[in-house]
C-alpha cells in the first residue's frame, strides 16, 4: 500500500465478518485504497467488541449473520460505550456490510445505531467512500432500500415519533433527511442557513433519542411519518 500524504486524514478500519475468505479480500482490497488503514479482523461478534475496544479503529465494517453474537448485539454494545474507559471519546461508528440490502437484519442494525449499509457487490472504492464518509460523520443512506427493509420488518422504536413531539419544521427536515439530502441541500431548499439546519437535525435525534441521523431516518418510515413514494 502507497504512504499516505502528510495532509492526508487516514480512517483507521476494522473489518467483521465469519468468512474467512471474504474477510480477507476486503482487508486486501481496502488496503489499498487512499486514506484507509486496516488495522484489524474479527471472526465473529464477540470477537469484533474485544478487537474494537483495543485496537480503537474509526470505523467497523460490520456483517451481520454471525456466530456467537450477531453484528446487531455487536453494534449496540459498542455504540452503548460512548465515554467508558475503552472508548474516551466516542465508539467507532459502523458500517453494515451484507449481501443482500433487504436482508432482516440491516434495519434492526440501522436502529441499534449503525451510520448505514453497504452491499458486498459493491465495487471496492465505493465501499471505501461509504467508510471515509461515515468516518467524516455522515451517514450512508439509501432510501429507497431503506423503505422495502421497513416495510417488511417494522420495529418497536416506530414508538419514538409520537412521543417526540417535533415541531413543523423538524418533522420537515427529517423528511427531507428521508430523501438522503444533506444538510446544505436541506438549507439550500428550505431557504435557511446550514446552522439552523444543523439545529434542527440536532434537535431531532435528541427528541427522538436516535443514535445518528440514519436511525432518524428509519424511525421515520417506521413510524409512516415517511411513507413509500415520498421523494420530498
Known amino acids: 500500500m502507497t504512504a499516505p500524504d502528510a495532509t492526508e486524514t487516514v480512517t483507521t478500519l476494522l473489518i467483521a465478518d465469519d468468512d474467512e475468505v471474504t474477510r480477507s479480500g476486503l482487508r486486501t482490497l481496502l488496503a489499498a485504497q487512499p486514506g484507509i488503514e486496516v488495522v484489524g479482523e474479527a471472526a465473529d461478534g464477540v470477537e469484533v467488541v474485544e478487537r474494537a475496544r483495543r485496537l480503537r479503529p474509526d470505523v467497523v465494517l460490520m456483517d451481520v449473520r454471525m456466530p456467537r453474537r450477531n453484528g446487531i448485539e455487536a453494534t449496540r454494545l459498542l455504540l452503548a460505550e460512548a465515554g467508558s474507559a475503552d472508548f474516551a471519546s466516542a465508539p467507532p461508528r459502523v458500517v453494515v456490510i451484507t449481501t443482500f440490502e433487504n436482508d432482516d437484519y440491516v434495519t434492526a442494525a440501522l436502529s441499534a445505531g449503525a451510520s448505514g449499509f453497504v452491499l458486498k457487490r459493491l465495487p471496492v472504492r465505493q465501499i471505501a467512500e461509504a467508510v471515509r464518509v461515515v468516518a467524516a460523520g455522515e451517514a450512508i443512506l439509501f432510501p429507497a432500500a431503506l423503505r422495502r427493509m421497513v416495510a417488511a420488518r417494522p420495529l418497536d422504536s416506530a414508538a419514538a415519533l409520537p412521543k417526540a413531539a417535533l415541531t413543523g419544521r423538524e418533522e ?61
Open 172 to 232: 420537515e427536515v427529517l423528511r427531507l433527511m428521508a430523501t438522503g439530502l444533506s444538510n446544505p441541500d436541506i438549507a439550500e431548499g428550505l431557504t435557511v442557513s446550514l446552522e439552523t439546519v444543523k439545529t434542527h437535525v440536532g434537535n431531532v435525534l435528541t427528541k427522538l433519542g436516535a443514535q445518528n441521523r440514519t436511525h432518524a431516518v428509519v424511525i421515520a418510515y417506521e413510524s409512516g411519518l415517511v411513507v413509500p413514494g415520498f421523494t420530498g
